[in-house]
């Protein structure tokens, strides 16, 4: 039978792989106590039981850093939305939260809700940890205009970014350019300026606030990088032909920068993307590979809930996406736990040393081998108690 922890249990995991955010180590045991890794790879004290969950891999829960809880997939985006009462909305981001938590995603940063609702599912230990966005920052009638954050340029963007900071908000969200499902802007074409986006990250940094910057265009994210945002989400490079055309000098200096991406990867194994992305997706697929070659950090930032095949629990299919751009296995496994963590700034997330959060995923099979076996999920652990039903047996 599966066992169930308190809040304050000692106790250890013993795999047949562990992964520590960084690295696959020989040892593959983790101490667990009041809802902290205590030690890993060293002899467990005598006095303290030893659950032996066999031929899985142990890993950091994961780390999504783009999600949008209150969508579920059915329809365009504003269809998703309205005439939805803010509590069902509420309800909605919980059901999501819960769904991702259970796939593995201990993690996740919701970049877009409407009315900020989702800010009151902090702290909830049924859920991820999750930091929010509320609405996203948006030019009058621009990209998801229809989630309540319009803003006009200059002044608009101080008032905009004071509020998200009066509401505490742990992130704010920009619109840097228009996006492909809301046709009002077109995805190439910048909606706000480079001046304004330094103002939103002056006056989130001097509240301890990260910036996220969704761009398509070059433009936009050129100015991006200039601003200093702490991530790029999307970052397709496109050009007024709706092809990535990125120059070598753009790509050096996004590798260079502290901006990091913030990758659209991530789809069920029946899931298939509109056939406008579908055309771009190797050369996509090159452009993040040059930014990871020269040393820039490419993260998960999934998306997830704005179609049916990308569920608020799709992090665990995205590692064949991270290979796909020249990253190893283990380089993918880094990206999608600490590589996350660190982009958050969340330095107790995505990963398995003394001290951090005992946030786990265990997973059949080896994904070092088979990157797809990270998505045969068998037990997950938010602060140190299983959250699923069923799952390996400890013995």
């Known amino acids: 039978m599966t066992v169930r922890h308190g809040p304050a249990g000692r106790f250890a995991l013993r795999a047949q792989r562990l992964f520590d955010g960084e690295r696959f180590i020989d040892s593959p045991v983790a101490l667990i106590e009041d809802e902290r890794i205590t030690a890993v790879g060293a002899d467990v004290p005598d006095d303290v039981t030893t659950h032996d969950l066999g031929a899985v891999t142990l890993l950091p829960g994961l780390v999504d850093c783009h999600q949008h809880l209150v969508f579920d997939g059915k329809g365009t985006l504003e269809e ?15 059901a999501s939260a819960r769904r991702a938590l259970l796939g593995g995603t201990t993690t996740l940063r919701d970049l877009g809700d409407r009315n900020y609702v989702t800010l009151d599912l902090r702290g909830d230990p049924e859920m991820p940890t999750i ?4 609405p996203p920052i948006t030019i009058v ?3 998801c205009w229809y989630l309540g954050g319009e803003a006009t340029p200059g002044d608009g963007m101080v008032t905009a970014v004071r509020e998200r900071i009066e509401r505490g908000c742990d992130t704010v969200k920009i619109m840097v350019t228009g996006g492909f499902l809301t046709p009002a802007t077109p995805m190439w074409k910048s909606q706000f300026e480079l001046e304004d986006i330094r103002t939103a990250v002056q006056e989130a940094r001097a509240a301890g606030m990260t910036v996220a910057a969704h761009c398509h265009g070059l433009q936009g994210i050129s100015d991006a990088i200039d ?9 397709t490079f496109l050009d007024e032909t709706m092809t990535p055309a990125p120059s070598t000098d753009l790509l050096e200096r996004l ?13 069920t194994p029946n899931g298939a993307m509109p056939e406008a992305f579908e055309r771009i997706l190797s050369d996509i697929r090159s452009a993040f590979g040059e930014v990871h070659t020269r040393g820039g950090r490419v993260v998960l930032g999934s998306d997830a809930g704005i179609d049916e095949f990308k569920p608020h629990d799709v992090a665990h299919y995205s590692m064949g996406d991270f290979v796909a751009i020249g990253m190893s296995p283990v380089e993918a496994l ?3 736990t600490i590589g996350g963590a660190d982009t958050l700034k969340m330095p107790r997330k995505g990963r398995i040393v003394p001290g951090a959060d005992a946030d786990l995923l265990a997973v059949q099979g080896d994904p070092e081998s088979n990157p797809a076996d990270l998505s045969q999920v068998e037990q997950v652990w938010r602060a140190g108690r299983p959250v699923r039903e069923s799952g390996p047996a400890f013995n």
């Open 80 to 94: 998703q939305v309205s005439g939805v009462s803010d509590a069902d909305l509420r309800s909605r981001a919980r």
């Open 131 to 134: 930091a929010c966005a509320g």
């Open 141 to 143: 009638g621009g990209h």
């Open 227 to 235: 601003a200093g945002v702490d991530t790029i989400e999307h970052c």
């Open 255 to 267: 590798a260079k920068s502290d901006t990091t991406v913030s990758a659209t990867f991530g789809l």
């Open 334 to 336: 880094q990206a999608l």
